[in-house]
């Protein structure tokens, strides 16, 4: 685990197991091919995101495949090596998929609970390139975590290139986006989550 503090909130970022990773991948095969199972699972109309498709990921499937378990021992080592508090609750709201194409994009939103994180389960070969070539940062495609405004020795914000595997622990309430990408049909895939924790945990210290 690499915990960083970019800005104020620290923010954790773990290696998913790689039968993690294709247990979730396979499930997303299946639930596109399933009518019905899309629908009833379908969770666009609860997330921010302007985007091909974004589901629920159903509380049998995450018990079956460690998936919860992943998320809260990770979220337990976070908070303990990182803030010296021991969780005595983990709780997931929710966990869903987002699957992200060409000129899709997530508009800057916050999640709810104390706890959220995403990671990757597909990232395109190449997210294009921008429209003035000579630009020096590339945001295609990229999530970009957002805390506070500019100050003198702390930047307000933390941009995060997606690779498949790696998860990122943060603050439910951090303002972030996705940017869009071109130049390519391939699928952006991506898995979030919210948790609660209990009360002394999610206190300011």
Not at 27 to 49: C, H, P, Q, W
Request: aromatic share 12%; with cysteine; glycine share 6%.
């Amino acid at each position: 685990m690499e915990i960083s503090k970019p800005f104020g909130p620290s923010i954790a970022k773990v290696i998913i197991p790689e039968e993690i990773i294709f247990s979730m991948n396979n499930y997303v095969e299946e639930i596109i091919t399933n009518k019905k199972k899309s629908n009833d699972l379908d969770f666009g109309r609860n997330l921010a995101g302007n985007v091909q498709q974004e589901f629920r990921l159903d509380i049998e499937f995450m018990k079956k495949n460690n998936w919860a378990e992943f998320l809260g021992k990770s979220c337990q080592k976070w908070l303990l090596e990182g803030h010296n508090i021991s969780l005595k609750k983990f709780e997931i709201i929710s966990s869903w998929i987002v699957r992200q194409f060409k000129n899709e994009y997530n508009p800057i939103h916050y999640h709810g609970g104390q706890i959220s994180g995403v990671g990757y389960l597909k990232v395109p070969k190449d997210m294009g390139q921008t429209i003035q070539k000579n630009k020096k940062v590339q945001h295609n495609g990229k999530l970009v975590l957002i805390d506070g405004s500019k100050k003198f020795l702390c930047n307000p914000t933390y941009i995060i290139t997606p690779k498949v595997g790696e998860f990122y622990f943060f603050p439910s309430y951090m303002m972030h986006t996705v940017y869009p990408f071109s130049d390519t049909t391939e699928e952006r895939r991506s898995v979030s989550f919210n948790a609660k924790i209990d009360d002394d945990s999610a206190k300011l210290k």
